[in-house]
Nanobody, 125 residues
């Protein structure tokens, strides 16, 4: 069983930055895809960013392109999401997810078998 533990959420003002981390209990290189999702109250869970480990492809939602960066440190089995120029609409519970088997591009929540518990990000105006 793969465990994912997120950290780094918090409260910031608009324009600020945060770095989310997700540490996996197994080798991140053994995954096909690792991703960050978010879910705001009353909204569906959406993919924010993803990294496809074998081919190096990355995905970003249009709403975060140019502001968010996904990266990995395989030596630490950790996935990161660097978020800058944060906006109030970025407020959500952010989840880390991992898929060991092949999944399509762009990523869909239903394709991921492993999830973290989530970390809250609040952006005030």
């Amino acid at each position: 069983q793969v465990q994912l533990v997120e950290s780094g959420g918090g409260s910031v003002q608009a324009g600020g930055s945060l770095r989310l981390s997700c540490t996996a209990s197994t080798y991140t290189r053994g995954m096909h895809c690792m991703s960050w999702f978010r879910q705001a109250p009353g909204k569906e869970r959406e993919a924010v960013a993803a990294t496809y480990i074998l081919n190096g492809r990355t995905y970003y939602a249009d709403s975060v392109k140019g502001r968010f960066t996904i990266s990995r440190d395989d030596a630490k089995n950790t996935l990161y999401l660097d978020m800058s120029n944060l906006k109030p609409e970025d407020t959500a519970l952010y989840y880390c997810a991992a898929a060991r088997r092949w999944i399509a591009y762009p990523p869909e929540a239903s394709d991921f078998g492993y999830w973290g518990q989530g970390t809250q990000v609040n952006v005030s105006s």
